[in-house]
């Protein structure tokens, strides 16, 4: 990681490509960003959402990917039991990416009044522990032509029920797709290391960083196990259907789908 970009190493061709790395974070940010906007091509602002989700907390940092693993696969479950009852979430999209959150556990009696309920609910070894308690959250987007997002909500909500666990809005409607995109990327992969107590917040100790980033480095490709993609479901049936049902039943209507989606199934690019 000390080598990335170092102009007397290989002519500062060298990236490390390691989640740990600031450097390459911002690249990767960049990089996911001109995906998106491919991805979301043909999907408007106000069928984008922004998810901030609280998946699990725990005292062990090698627990972390294992949380937010099994998350994905209930995620990808959860939009295919969907699809199985109603066509329409076919067109149903989320790519999100881990994030960490750390508190102290005796901290825990600082935190905002809604915060404290949330991980109470979750976290019971708060009670018991001393050292750092990991909270493992997805933050990213979700994207759902021709479903009500407060019916993606209201799902969401039933599988993960929960104070507050899931956090689901609009995209903001004052500025561009192409923005709203970008500041969710950034925000999701930032990685800022700091805890909030309420109004107050303060960087991590440097053992905790330490801790977290050793763990995150020892990921071979580090920044695929970062992200959770559920694609759109597409089938030869489903083209021909959308043909027909395109514009005359708005129920049905499902944007259509480019070409390059079509050799997709609802994959979850994890590993
Ligand atoms: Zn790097």
């Not at 960049?30 to 043909?42: D, E, L, P, V």
């Not at 759109?232 to 049936?237: H, I, P, V």
């Not at 989606?261 to 690019?269: C, F, P, V």
Request: proline share 4%; net charge positive; hydrophobic share 35%.
């Amino acid at each position: 990681m000390r080598r990335c970009g170092d102009p007397d190493d290989w002519g500062g061709q060298f990236t490390c490509r390691t989640p740990a790395c600031a450097n390459c974070r911002g690249r990767e940010i960049g990089k996911q960003w001109r995906k998106a906007k491919t991805r979301f091509a043909n999907v408007g602002n106000d069928d984008l959402a922004f998810l901030s989700h609280v998946i699990g907390a725990t005292p062990n940092v090698d627990e972390v990917g294992a949380i937010f693993k099994t998350f994905a696969k209930d995620l990808r479950n959860l939009i295919d039991s969907n699809r199985r009852k109603r066509r329409r979430w076919n067109a149903v999209e989320s790519l999100l990416w881990l994030e960490t959150d750390a508190i102290m556990a005796g901290d825990y009696i600082h935190l905002a009044p809604d915060k404290m309920e949330q991980l109470g609910e979750l976290a019971p070894m708060f009670v018991h522990q001393n050292g750092p308690v990991w909270i493992v959250t997805a933050h990213g987007i979700v994207s759902h032509p021709g479903v009500d997002l407060q019916e993606v909500r209201a799902e969401f909500e039933r599988r993960w029920p929960g104070h507050k666990r899931v956090d689901l809005r609009a995209f903001w409607d004052n500025q561009t797709k192409e923005k709203n995109l970008r500041g969710i990327i950034n925000y999701s992969l930032k990685h800022e290391c700091r805890t909030h107590l309420g109004l107050y917040s303060e960087s991590w100790p440097m053992s905790w960083m330490t801790e977290y980033y050793s763990y995150l480095h020892g990921w071979s490709r580090g920044f695929y196990r970062m992200r959770s993609i559920v694609g759109r479901k597409t089938s030869k049936k489903d083209v021909m259907l959308l043909a027909d049902s395109y514009g005359n039943n708005k129920d049905e209507y499902i944007e259509p789908i480019p070409f390059i989606y079509t050799n997709r199934h609802s994959d979850i690019y994890f590993n």
